[in-house]
């Protein structure tokens, strides 16, 4: 069924009757090509470019709770590709490129709204390093600006240019930047997928991997025992836990990260902006709610909850560059589980086990890079090579020290 | 009729003005903006989010979903305050929101006119074509039609205040359940903190009219708060919403001051308290629940047990004819309760059939639904299943009761359906939370008072208090009964959620689609997002999933019931910390010299340092920083390098644990020296650098850069602890305690040896390049002498004791005079470490090696030191590495820019390409051109060599020259003479 404004008004006309169900609930097949578990974001676009851009449709995605109930569904919902190193740039991009043309993709709106990302910078050293990124991203391909105090005064005239502690003095603009309706994106790549034929089943959890000699044959989930060629983890949060049931151990932290929404207010915030001297992002959603967030809480957990001391560093830092806000109320607080890696960088690859494929390690950036994981983590499990912009997330290449420390924080996963 | 002549909380002698959408009314001291509103007879005072429905006054509580409005006006403005919840004061300006046109004629009303075409997730299915239109069109017109209230886009002026409070036991809700249970607690001696949202104590039983210990309750209410205000150990705490559980028994709480913009400015408006508790109970009542029927959301339908409150305890009778709609016994209170008070009550409708009136002398119908309910802007009649109209103004109603379980499930305990009293009760609370009352699913008095006094006596045992005296309360058993929801989903526009717009055929729809699973339909057709988080709409939306899905209410389940209870503004959460007060200043001991010296500062993590110091005639920032450089290269400068981390290392394993920290080795460093050093990461990057000096044996005092200071600490602090904790090595942090200058230049010798203390000897052969001591200056302050130089000249760095410090850099300056001594600051400092090459932090950004930087020979291959195994990575090593070396433009006017990236000449300037970047530059006034330090791979090899410095974000293209990164006395002879 193909969606369109006609579309709509035909159903309302005829009592919206003849819509069909936007995924189908099959029960599982004893035995796929291709398992992909968790049915979040990552492992939803991966299915979808498994089946439409490389034609493997014996696909499985196995989802122990609701389609998309991860961290699709809680985050603060931006898309950017302002990345530094050569490792990230180009993936981030191709991501970005993704997002543009998502909703012709999938037929499904998903409200791509490139409404610019501004990161403020607030002195010489940091305003330096700005420029550096901002050069990669345009010797890369990708757009970048560099504005000053006046031009950012111009376009965000809100912000306390007056009365900051650490004077705002610029800002590294990517008009291509912006945000993106996060549940229908696992809504639009799940019809997708659907449509080609790939089985989405809700409510199965993962128990355990069949592995024989050395080779990972099928998981134990709670609708029994599901066979496949190749079984590709995808559990971003929960990794770690999915991980050791097959005896592998990460180089990743789980840890708390969270996010909020403050009531519907009529349109203030035009772009999705980041403080440089705090940490505090910040975008305005089309209902109205201002969608923000900051830290990780710093502790490891599996607890989807967290605490006080971030909420009111996270405001903190909103007041701190945009008074304006004091008087608008937080409405919702959620926390979700970031699987942070020792260098703040993700994980698209095989394992050591045969026909076992890991994604993950997206730390708190995972969302901006959902089409990409998605079509990476496809190009490799369809063609057994990483595609080219991905290569360089391998689980070894801490041995190698090729490691892709975009902070320059260091093994320390809650530094990233 | 609207306001009765007597009775209720409210002042009639005190009348307070106020507005409502330019328009002026009086109110009542007690009243809250609602009362006053109903007390005036106004219903319409709103509008929903996506149909623009006419909104009135729904409830009397928190829970509020449609009498949203802008409080104040201009900067003090307010958006999407519940009038149910603000205490009316004198000169309160309210205005309503989210309409075009008048409130009463709203032109995005057309949006309910079209709603077949915008059903659930209508949004997700179009607006895709063509592309551009998203952004350009299509989102602007949806961004400007959502949105409820506006914020002024000016800076809040008010303040908002936070504390801290310690209690044995909180005490969540100051409703009957609530007092009683503090009363035993009490009287324990037990620490208490009971809090409650309304700013007058005594929850539900402010506005019942029942009898207990033969009085009325609001009586019984005003005795246990005159003894529970008696008692130093508890502290009652209204207009106070306790709106989240966290780990570990720690809760946080909003107080609200006041809403009146006057009294703002200069007290708090808001406190926002985190409360530590050892054991909680949560006495949070119960919210009553609406009924499906078509046009159920029009003004004047309103939850039945609020219109017997706004009776009986605001003297407000919301409508001249009121029916009432039940499917429970509560209903029929509210019934009594206007008939008494002389109001005219048309009916009572109960769904049961099968009942014997609880009360008498009241017109009913049994066993009938109502349909349908017709109005405009306000209902004007119902329609029953068997066709039956009846005119009305008002219909409460009463679907059954919610307890307010909420903050239970904050730490994710999951509620289970109750069968007996339709409704969830908490399950799996927290550890130290015990639910009574209400909140626990008993919605009868008595059974409440039981359920406090057995809970408290166990709780209060736990907590070690063995005294217990338990009140005796009368009181009459009141009946609960309620019939379950019906077997049949009504028919036609049926409002689930009365903000988001969410009716009945958006559930169908969504079902049919496949978001079924609780979590789903919620972010499919918007339900229970709106600003009361679901509290009106959440049960009755699964009371239809469960019949679509033909699913009991258990297995359908709740969505997750988050923080905050209700909404908190963000300038409470945020407190003081904002503006100039962001963060703490840290101020250099020389301060309030430099400023007296004119110096411009900037910050640095937290410090202020002087940036440079103008004076008279200077137009521009480089000349003064021209000025200072120039000077102190001829003559002599002053630079307070006090924010330098200063840890003082002791103890017996102090050499061994500097081998094993630096990269470099310093067992060996004699005393009386000092040596550079380079720290690695764990992960064999370079981490920081710094000098350290021996005074002894035995003791170390170690620099780091600014910007590490602190982690370098915590990271010798865990080398200290986690890999070495059988050394003898005892660390602390100086860098507050000894203020530090650098005296550099060549005089600086001489100037030093005027405030050296006659014995000390400082000639080039008694004190050479890198020896250390401790000295007195100045008649016998205590100092220490270091010969070392960050800027390349003959320089040292003196330490005094902080208090001495003002008075140290006044002499010395005044000394100095004869020298030429001239203070210099951070960018003096920076452009004249950039002449010499020493990397900075732009170069140890975290992701340079020891190679990189070109330091691989220091890192020592024998010791095991942090960092050095992981150094030799094959990937660290490569032979294209990045090297640190210095550029000159080619064409010598140029100003060269940081950040910008190396590509060879006939080369595209692309990723591929891409040879490395600029990480600092400087203007050197001994070269008279722009100088910059930069990675560029093979860069130690490439001297001489030319490369494009492309900078594409400014279009600019630079020819550079590579260079060593010395730039200014290569050699180094300057600072050894």
């Known amino acids: 069924m193909n969606y369109s404004g006609l579309k709509i008004f035909w159903e309302g006309l005829t009592g919206n009757k003849g819509w069909n169900k936007v995924w189908k609930e099959p029960t599982p097949k004893k035995e796929y090509d291709i398992i992909i578990i968790g049915g979040g974001g990552h492992g939803l676009s991966t299915a979808y470019y498994l089946s439409n851009k490389f034609n493997v449709n014996n696909v499985a995605v196995l989802e122990k709770g609701w389609l998309g109930s991860g961290n699709i569904g809680r985050n603060t919902t931006i898309i950017r590709s302002n990345y530094l190193l050569p490792e990230n740039q180009p993936f981030y991009e191709f991501s970005l490129k993704l997002w543009e043309n998502l909703e012709n993709d999938t037929n499904y709106n998903s409200m791509v709204s490139q409404r610019g ?82 089985d989405i089943i809700q409510n199965c959890e993962v128990d355990g991997f069949i592995i024989k000699n050395g080779k990972c044959i099928g998981v134990e989930t709670n609708k029994g025992v599901i066979k496949a060629k190749k079984i590709a983890s995808c559990v971003a949060g929960s990794s770690g836990k999915l991980m050791s049931k097959a005896g592998i151990r990460l180089p990743i932290e789980s840890h708390v990260l969270q996010a909020f929404v403050s009531e519907g207010l009529k349109p203030i915030l035009d772009n999705v902006i980041t403080f440089g001297a705090g940490h505090f992002y910040v975008s305005q959603s089309d209902k109205g709610g201002l969608v923000f967030g900051g830290d990780i809480d710093g502790y490891n957990s599996y607890a989807q ?53 890991f994604n993950g390690g997206w730390c708190y950036g995972g969302f901006k890079a959902t089409p990409a994981s998605g079509y990476c983590y496809a190009h490799l499990l369809a063609k057994d090579e990483p595609h080219p912009v991905a290569e360089d ?3 070894d290449r801490f041995l190698k020290g090729k490691i892709i420390d975009e902070k320059g924080q260091g093994a320390q996963p809650n530094l990233h | 009729m609207y306001r009765i002549k007597s009775g209720g909380l409210i002042n009639r002698n005190k009348e307070l003005n106020f507005s409502f959408n330019g328009k002026n009314f009086v109110g009542y001291e007690g009243d809250t903006l609602s009362s006053a509103l109903l007390g005036n007879g106004i219903h319409l005072v709103g509008r929903s989010f996506k149909y623009h429905r006419p909104r009135g006054i729904f409830s009397s509580g928190s829970e509020e979903p449609s009498a949203l409005v802008q409080l104040e006006e201009k900067n003090f403005t307010e958006p999407n305050i519940r009038a149910t919840t603000v205490k009316l004061y004198d000169g309160l300006v309210s205005n309503s929101q989210n309409h075009v ?114 009085n009325i309750c609001s009586d019984w209410v005003k005795s246990i708060l005159s003894e529970l205000n008696s008692l130093k150990n508890v502290r009652l705490m209204s207009s106070t919403t306790l709106y989240g559980s966290f780990d570990h028994g720690i809760y946080g709480a909003l107080e609200v001051k006041s809403y009146n913009s006057k009294n703002t400015i200069t007290k708090p408006r808001h406190i926002l308290w985190k409360i530590y508790s050892k054991f909680s109970v949560l006495c949070t009542g119960a919210l009553e629940r609406s009924i499906l029927f078509e046009n159920n959301d029009l003004p004047g339908i309103m939850l039945s047990k609020s219109v017997r409150h706004y009776c009986n305890r605001w003297g407000v009778i919301p409508g001249n004819n009121i029916s009432i709609y039940t499917n429970n016994d509560d209903g029929w209170e509210t019934a009594k309760d ?15 059939s099968n009942i014997k009136p609880p009360i008498e002398n009241i017109d009913h119908i049994l066993g009938r639904n109502i349909v349908k309910a017709k109005g405009n802007l306000r209902i004007s009649s119902i329609k029953l299943d068997n066709g039956r109209i009846i005119n009305t103004d008002c219909l409460a109603v009463s679907g059954g009761y919610n307890p307010n379980l909420h903050l239970t499930c904050h730490q994710r305990g999951k509620p289970k359906w109750n069968e007996v009293n339709h409704c969830f009760v908490p399950h799996n609370p927290p550890k130290t939370m015990e639910v009574i009352g209400a909140a626990n699913g008993l919605f009868n008095h008595e059974e409440m008072f039981n359920d406090s006094k057995i809970k408290l006596t166990k709780i209060l045992r736990n907590l070690g208090f063995r005294k217990i005296a338990v009140e005796k309360v009368n009181i009459s058993k009141k009946v609960y009964q309620i019939s379950p929801f019906p077997k049949k989903i009504p028919e036609g526009k049926i409002w689930v959620d009365l903000q988001n717009d969410v009716t009945v055929k958006d559930i169908k729809l969504a079902v049919h689609e496949g978001f079924h699973s609780v979590e789903l339909l919620k972010r499919y057709t918007t ?32 969505t997750i019931f988050r923080p905050p209870f209700t909404p908190v503004p963000i300038g409470a959460f945020a407190g003081r910390s904002r503006g100039k007060h962001f963060k703490p200043f840290r101020l250099t001991p020389s301060h309030n010299w430099a400023k007296s010296n004119n110096a411009v500062f900037v910050e640095a993590g937290n410090w202020l340092r002087a940036q440079w110091y103008p004076i008279k005639g200077e137009k521009t920032w480089r000349e003064s920083v021209d000025r200072e450089v120039i000077q102190t290269r001829n003559n002599v400068g002053i630079c307070d390098v006090t924010t330098l981390g200063k840890i003082d290392i002791k103890g017996k394993d102090s050499g061994a644990f500097l081998n094993f920290v630096y990269a470099n080795n310093f067992g060996k460093l004699p005393v009386g020296k000092v040596r550079y050093g380079l720290m690695l990461r764990d992960d064999g990057i370079a981490f920081d650098d710094g000098t350290t000096a021996r005074f002894s044996e035995n003791h170390f005092v170690m620099t780091t850069t600014t ?50 203390d006659p014995k000390i000897d400082i000639s080039n052969d008694k004190f050479p390049f890198m020896a250390c001591a401790k000295i007195t200056v100045l008649e016998g302050i205590p100092a220490r002498l270091f010969r070392i130089s960050f800027s390349g000249e003959l320089a040292y760095e003196i330490a005094v004791p902080r208090r001495y410090a003002d008075f140290f850099v006044k002499k010395i ?124 791979k093979r860069g130690n090899q490439r001297y001489g060599e030319k490369v494009n410095a492309v900078n594409p974000l400014k279009n600019e293209i630079t020819e550079v020259e590579i260079h060593s990164p010395h730039f200014y006395d290569p050699e180094g002879e300057l600072l050894r003479g």
């Open chain 1, 305 to 357: 909850r967290g605490n006080l001391p971030v909420v009111e560093d996270v405001c903190e830092g909103g007041m701190a560059i945009m008074p304006m806000i004091g008087r608008a109320r937080l409405l919702r607080m959620w926390g979700g589980i970031m699987d942070m890696s020792m260098d703040g960088s993700p994980f698209i690859d095989k394992t050591h086990i045969k026909g076992l494929y």
């Open chain 2, 338 to 352: 206007l008939k008494k008070a002389g109001c005219n009550v048309v009916c009572i409708i109960d769904q049961r």
């Open chain 2, 707 to 756: 910007a590490n200071a602190v982690t370098v600490f915590r990271h010798l602090e865990f080398c200290k602890q986690c890999l070495k904790p059988d050394w003898d090595v005892h660390l602390i942090s100086t860098t507050d305690h000894w203020a530090q200058f650098a005296i550099a230049g060549p005089k600086s010798r001489k100037l030093l040896q005027e405030i050296c």
């Open chain 2, 527 to 558: 339900l229970g997002m709106a600003t009361d988080q679901g509290k009106n709409s959440n049960v009755l939306g699964l009371s239809v999933l469960s019949l679509i899905k033909n699913k009991t209410m258990h297995e359908v389940g709740t």
């Open chain 2, 101 to 214: 046109g008048s409130l009463s004629w709203d032109f995005m009303r057309i949006n309910d006119y079209l709603s077949t075409f915008l059903s659930a997730g209508f949004y997700y299915k179009t607006f895709m074509w063509p592309k551009a239109f998203w952004e350009k069109v299509y989102e602007p017109i949806i961004r400007n039609a959502a949105g409820l209230g506006k914020l002024s886009k000016e800076s809040d002026p008010s303040k908002y205040d936070k504390g801290y409070l310690h209690c044995d036991l909180l005490v969540i809700g100051a409703g009957p359940a609530g007092l009683y249970s503090a009363l035993i607690a009490a009287r324990t001696g037990a620490k208490i903190i009971v809090v409650d949202e309304d700013f007058i104590l005594g929850g539900s039983f402010n506005g019942e009219n029942i009898n207990i210990n033969d």
């Open chain 1, 393 to 395: 997330y391998k689980l």
């Open chain 2, 813 to 936: 300056s005044e000394i100095g005079k004869k020298y030429s001594l001239v203070p210099y600051g951070t960018e003096a400092l920076g452009v004249m470490r950039i002449e010499k090459g020493h990397a900075a932090g732009n170069e140890l950004n975290g992701q340079t090696t020891a190679h990189n930087l070109g330091l691989g020979k220091m890192v020592s291959k024998l010791n095991d030191c942090v960092g050095n195994t992981m150094s030799e990575r094959d990937e660290l090593n490569k032979d294209d590495a990045l090297k640190l070396v210095g550029f000159i433009p080619t064409n010598k006017k140029q100003q060269l820019v940081a950040g910008s990236h190396f590509i060879e000449k006939g080369q595209i300037a692309n990723l591929e390409n891409d040879q490395g970047w600029m990480s600092s530059v400087a203007f050197s006034p001994m070269l008279n051109h722009s100088i910059g330090l930069g990675y560029i």
């Open chain 1, 117 to 198: 990302v501004l990161n403020l910078f607030h002195s010489d050293g940091q305003r330096d390093a700005f420029v550096r990124r901002g050069n990669s991203m345009i010797l890369s391909g990708a757009d970048a600006n560099l504005l000053n105090d006046v031009e950012l005064k111009e376009l965000c005239p809100y912000l306390d240019f007056e009365n900051a502690r650490f004077p705002i003095k610029g800002a590294l603009l990517q008009k291509r930047g912006g945000t993106v309706r996060h549940d229908a994106v696992a809504w639009g790549y799940a019809r997708g997928a659907d449509a080609k034929g790939v």
